[in-house]
């Protein structure tokens, strides 16, 4: 069973940059060979998916953080990074990663809350 490790969430300022990082570990999970994402979750509101990163390494972002997220990985860490720019308030949530889908592995979460 993969287990999914988030870290470094966080206060910032609006314009401010964060970088989260998604560790895997467990068996023989790599994740450079299977879909991995990024989700969040704001207060009241429902989870959704805000990057993805695919085996080959192509990637997706919804469109309200285009432009401004980048996902990648590090094969050799087994870690996935989503390196975030511009922060604006309605970005505070809590990140999740994920792999398998809605019904698949996921993270605890990691905090982000942006404001002055």
């Known amino acids: 069973q993969v287990q999914l490790v988030e870290s470094g969430g966080g206060l910032v300022q609006p314009g401010g940059s964060l970088r989260l990082s998604c560790t895997a570990s467990?068996?023989?999970?790599?994740?450079?060979?299977?879909?991995m994402s990024w989700y969040r979750q704001a207060p009241g509101k429902q989870r959704e998916s805000v990057a993805h990163?695919?085996?080959?390494?192509?990637?997706g972002y919804a469109d309200s953080v285009k432009g401004r997220f980048t996902i990648s990985r590090d094969t050799a860490k087994n870690t996935v990074y989503l390196k975030m720019h511009n922060l604006k308030s309605e970005d505070t949530a809590v990140y999740y990663c994920?792999?398998?889908?809605?019904?698949?592995?996921w993270g605890q979460g990691t905090q982000v809350t942006v404001s002055s």
């Open positions: 994920n792999t398998g889908g809605l019904r698949g592995s």
């Open positions: 467990g068996g023989i999970f790599s994740i450079d060979a299977n879909a």
């Open positions: 990163i695919t085996p080959r390494g192509g990637t």
